[in-house]
């Protein structure tokens, strides 16, 4: 069965430092991946989607950036991060885009 | 516009009770429609799905959807609810090859004892 890793749990950051969140799915090959940010009452913001290797879609500008170094593997990263990418960001996978998400567990940033 | 409603932010009911939360979309398309739920500091768990076919979908955990075209409604019900029950709900409205999802802002489920 397929299982997604998302870490850390929770992170605590100052600004200006940069960022690194991983995310890895197992047990499915070629997946297309996603990068969701969550505020409180306000749903789910679509951050970054991947169909492939090397390939990343950016829906929103912003300070962040993704990638996909290998085919089940996608980082989300940020070189200075800012005071209101304090957020919760939750990585998904789907085998295809017509099919629904399946998220991991998320990782809570607060920027000091 | 594309968008999702989510009218109530937060809905209590008492445990055993039954639930109905409810999800209105403007799309422009035939929309795929999805319910996720969502406990403190996790991600979202898919509950149920509407592609196609019978408008009302059976989900897991005891939960069904009907689809009502006619009011663009999407609405989640459970004939009687469980303590375990407490999360937030989210509907989602998307269509075929489209990667971006709308979401609702969600609906929080409180139950009391």
């Known amino acids: 069965s397929q299982t997604i890793h998302q870490w850390p749990a929770t992170l605590v950051q100052p600004v200006g430092s940069p960022l690194s969140l991983e995310c890895t799915v197992e047990?499915?090959?070629?997946?297309?991946l996603y990068w969701y940010r969550q505020a409180a009452g306000r749903g789910l913001q679509l951050l970054f989607y991947s169909v492939g290797i090397g390939q990343i879609s950016s829906e929103v500008p912003q300070n962040l950036s993704a990638s996909r170094p290998q085919d089940r593997q996608f980082i989300l990263s940020s070189k200075k991060l800012l005071l209101s990418d304090s957020g919760f960001y939750l990585c998904?996978?789907?085998?295809?885009?017509?099919?629904?998400?399946?998220f991991g567990n998320g990782t809570r940033l607060t920027v000091t | 516009a594309q968008s999702v409603t989510q009218p109530d932010i937060h809905i209590t009911v008492s445990e055993g009770a039954s639930l109905e939360l409810r999800c209105n979309y403007s799309?422009?398309?035939?929309?795929?429609l999805f319910w996720y739920v969502q406990s403190p500091g996790q991600g979202l768990q898919l509950l149920l799905k509407y592609f196609s076919g019978d408008t009302l979908v059976q989900g897991i955990k005891g939960f069904e959807a009907e689809f009502k075209r006619s009011q663009s409604s999407f609405n989640l019900r459970k004939p009687s609810v469980h303590w375990s029950d407490a999360a937030e709900y989210f509907c989602a409205v998307g269509a075929p090859s489209n990667y971006q999802l709308i979401w609702g802002a969600g609906t929080k489920l409180i139950i009391k004892p």
């Open positions: 998904a996978w789907s085998p295809d885009s017509s099919s629904p998400l399946h």
């Open positions: 047990g499915t090959s070629n997946p297309n």
């Open positions: 799309y422009g398309a035939t929309p795929y």
